[in-house]
């Protein structure tokens, strides 16, 4: 598997000796690592020198991770993964709600962490085989490359990962995407049994588009088997 490197990873820990192993796995695999051990160093650091992606600690001092990734999510689309070392689902669903990519429970596995972000950072890539940089359904416009969406001309505050289900339910009106195929092709892994990270992203992703002008809803579900474009 061809290494994704020059990539840099900001770490909001607030756990010296974590941020120190997992720096040394990531610069080991050819990334750049910056680590700051408090929330609001974080978002000051983010919004000067925005990184490639954000591995995200929940338990931190003072401003904790989820209101960390509210106001990371106000105007920032960088791929995050968060980290709970609690482990508890609530956790793992607000993380989702509130726009994170991905989540692990602490304590992690450094090599399953790299391949997580390297998933996410592939996913961010312009697609290099798109023929179609524009698609467009009635109100809504989504640029497959930038994956930045307009509706209504207003832009959309979508994250990645909201983004890439758009793009590959767009890709096929009114066919049904199974949603095996779309978990590997939106959030880089197949579900599990107990997954429920993708509901948890098409959940969020039909809060922001809303129904149709006429009142239908803009992505159907068909139980138990995947979703469609309408």
């Not at 959309?156 to 195929?181: F, G, H, K, S």
Request: aromatic share 4%; proline share 7%; net charge negative.
């Amino acid at each position: 598997m061809a290494q994704l490197s020059g990539y840099h990873i900001l770490i909001i820990d607030d756990d010296i000796e974590l941020c120190e192993l997992l720096a040394d796995w990531l610069k080991a695999e050819g990334f750049s690592v910056t680590a700051v051990h408090d929330g609001p160093a974080g978002l000051e650091l983010t919004r000067r020198e925005p990184p490639d992606a954000i591995i995200l600690d929940v338990m931190l001092p003072g401003m904790n991770g989820l209101e960390v990734l509210r106001s990371l999510r106000q105007n920032c689309r960088v791929p995050l993964l968060m980290l709970s070392a609690r482990g508890e689902p609530v956790d793992r669903i607000l993380g989702l709600e509130l726009g994170a990519d991905d989540y692990l429970p602490k304590p992690c596995d450094p090599r399953e962490l790299v391949a997580r972000l390297r998933a996410l950072l592939r996913r961010a890539q312009p697609q290099t085989e798109s023929t179609q940089m524009m698609l467009q359904a009635g109100d809504l416009r989504l640029d497959t490359e930038s994956l930045m969406v307009w509706l209504n001309d207003e832009l959309l505050p979508l994250t990645q990962t909201e983004a890439l289900i758009l793009r590959a339910l767009m890709e096929r009106p009114a066919q049904l995407v199974d949603r095996q195929a779309l978990s590997k092709q939106a959030l880089g892994k197949p579900l599990g049994p107990y997954d429920r990270s993708l509901d948890m992203h098409m959940s969020n992703l039909r809060r922001k588009l809303g129904p149709h002008p006429d009142g239908r809803p803009r992505i159907q579900s068909v139980r138990g088997r995947g979703y469609l474009w309408s």
